[in-house]
């Protein structure tokens, strides 16, 4: 009689090493993990975002050679991958007489589909395996929200230190409050220079070499021979230990702010080591309390909740809100914007010194902050009314952390409103006054901050207003915006006109800005 095989299969932001799978070492269970073409084109991808999910895969795939289990492994360019998952795994399963298919839950919609459909072409038993690494299930969110109208991060991130036990005292929040945030964010003094950040050097030229080789479209640049990411888990926790240590202090006091002096200052730059699962969001958050725990003097309380929040409050949130709207949520467009990004997002050709900064270092490093990519490039994008599977297309691309489910939750959740409020009670829009506030971009730009219209005003400034103007139907009612409206309402029809005059202007010459 044939021995029973097990085929199981491993996608690329699936390597938790601490899954249940690999605890024991099972001779008839073979894994496999794949690069393929359907995954590196369904977007333009920065080059470097590319190369973190083939090297970290390749590691993974060795590791887990190491450990003794059986695993495959199709490089992009063999002759016979046939290039995506489905037709690489009916032709395995064919081949290799496989009696059962095992996967582990996508975190993407569009593979989670694909998925289902392989296991309904399968004649062979199928199953899957949660991957052991969110704190929340995948419908929490919508269980937890349920019956209600507004989907509140703060009330979903309560739940989880309470259902979690993380920085509670019994029932209570430990210290008495839930949110420090009001301690937080502030602008970097003047003179003040943040920490350098820790990178790796990996090389990576083959891998470079074999994603030229086989012509696949990727935008960024990279330097080859270091490759700054992590691309294994001790290099992952490397990084936590660099964060918890050397960033955590200053974490959420400096958690806005924005400086042409460094280009990651004290965030953690853990999302790509956590959305690939090589290290766990319990291992960080972990990490980071024990820390406050040993140096309690050297780590505000403030610091760490402001941190904690973004782990187990943002990225659960964001992650809930995916599986509760999807699919019809990548499809949002709330404001029926209809506008093609201006190409200089591709380039950072830009004038604007703080859409310049910005963009270059997206461009350069495959990274930008939170606030970068909300308040300058999410920002301008809305303001220029821009369409937002446009605005998709470039977060999904240029960034390493980028992956669908938390991607399209941000852009069009969170940054564009596309949605119509699921995610954020008001559109995240500004003038240049918060840019300035937050970031020392404005004073060497070509741009004048102080500026709303003529030569060289602001384009934020007169955008700002003209976004208002042209969504007073749908806006015009929402409560967090009255004061908005009540200036916009307030002033002079000829200044007014000044204004939508110049926005047109700007937005007529969008390219050449
Ligand atoms: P830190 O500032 O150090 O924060 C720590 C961790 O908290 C992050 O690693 C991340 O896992 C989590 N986190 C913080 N904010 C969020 C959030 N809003 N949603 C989910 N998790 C959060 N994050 C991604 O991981 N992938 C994306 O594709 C992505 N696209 C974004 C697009 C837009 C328009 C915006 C506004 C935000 C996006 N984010 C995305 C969220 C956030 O900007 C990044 O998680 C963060 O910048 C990653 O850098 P970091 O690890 O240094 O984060
Ligand atoms: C992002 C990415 C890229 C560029 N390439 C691959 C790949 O070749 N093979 C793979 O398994 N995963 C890749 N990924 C990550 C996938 O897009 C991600 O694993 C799935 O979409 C998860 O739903
Ligand atoms: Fe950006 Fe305007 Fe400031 Fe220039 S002046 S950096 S365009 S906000």
């Not at 084109?41 to 999910?53: L, M, R, S, T």
């Not at 989880?160 to 430990?174: A, F, I, N």
């Not at 409050?177 to 009001?182: A, E, L, P, V």
């Not at 030229?205 to 021979?225: C, L, M, P, S």
């Amino acid at each position: 009689m044939s021995q029973k095989k097990t085929l199981r299969l491993i996608l690329g932001d699936q390597l938790n090493s601490g899954h249940s799978w690999f605890r024991q070492v099972d001779p008839h269970v073979t894994y496999v993990l794949m690069e393929v073409r359907s995954e590196t084109d369904y977007a333009a991808h920065h080059i470097q975002k590319v190369v973190g999910f083939f090297a970290a895969m390749r590691q993974f795939a060795q590791q887990l050679r190491e450990a003794g289990h059986s695993v495959l492994y199709i490089k992009l360019n063999e002759p016979t991958n046939l290039q995506c998952f489905a037709k690489n795994m009916l032709k395995l399963v064919a081949d290799h007489s496989y009696s059962r298919f095992e996967y582990l839950l996508p975190d993407e919609y569009r593979v989670d589909e694909k998925m289902k459909e392989l296991c309904g072409q399968l004649t062979i038993p199928t199953a899957a395996c949660d991957t052991e690494h969110f704190y929340s299930e995948r419908d929490e969110l919508s269980k937890f929200f349920a019956g209600k109208k507004t989907f509140v991060m703060e009330s979903f991130y309560r739940h989880m230190r309470k259902k979690h036990g993380v920085l509670m005292d019994g029932d209570k929040p430990l210290t008495g409050q839930w949110n420090y945030d009001g301690d937080n964010r502030k602008k970097l003094p003047a003179g003040h220079i943040p920490v350098a950040p820790l990178v790796f050097g990996n090389d990576v030229t083959e891998i470079v070499a074999e994603i030229q080789a086989a012509g696949v479209k990727t935008i960024g640049t990279i330097e080859a021979a270091n490759f700054l990411w992590p691309v294994n888990r001790a290099q992952s926790l490397e990084m936590l230990r660099f964060f918890v240590r050397t960033c955590l202090p200053l974490f959420g006091t400096y958690q806005d702010a924005m400086t042409t002096g460094g280009w990651s200052l004290y965030h953690s730059r853990i999302s790509f080591s956590m959305n690939v699962k090589m290290i766990s969001p319990k291992e960080v958050v972990d990490a980071a309390i024990n820390e406050w725990q040993q140096r309690p003097e050297a780590i505000a309380f403030n610091q760490l909740e402001g941190f904690v929040r973004q782990i187990i409050g943002w990225r659960e949130y964001m992650r809930g809100i995916y599986w509760h709207a999807m699919p019809g949520f990548a499809n949002s467009n709330y404001f029926e914007h209809t506008a093609m990004l201006p190409e200089w997002y591709w380039t950072g050709k830009t004038k604007m010194n703080c859409l310049k900064q910005s963009i270059g270092q997206s461009l350069t490093h495959a990274y930008a902050h939170h606030i970068q990519r909300l308040m300058v490039t999410g920002n301008f994008a809305l303001l220029a009314g821009v369409h937002p599977d446009e605005v998709d297309a470039w977060y999904l691309g240029i960034y390493i952390d980028a992956l669908d489910w938390v991607e399209v939750t941000n852009t069009r959740g969170m940054s564009q409103f596309a949605d119509g409020g699921l995610v954020g009670t008001k559109p995240y829009v500004s003038s240049a006054t918060y840019i300035d506030k937050m970031s020392n971009y404005c004073g060497s730009c070509y741009y004048n901050k102080a500026k709303k219209t003529g030569d060289k005003a602001c384009p934020f400034n007169s955008l700002y207003w003209n976004f208002f103007d042209r969504h007073e139907k749908k806006l015009g009612s929402n409560i967090r915006v009255q004061m908005v409206y009540n200036t916009w309402r307030k002033m002079q029809p000829d200044h007014k006109a000044e204004l939508l005059e110049q926005a047109q202007h700007y937005l007529k010459h969008i390219n050449e800005l």
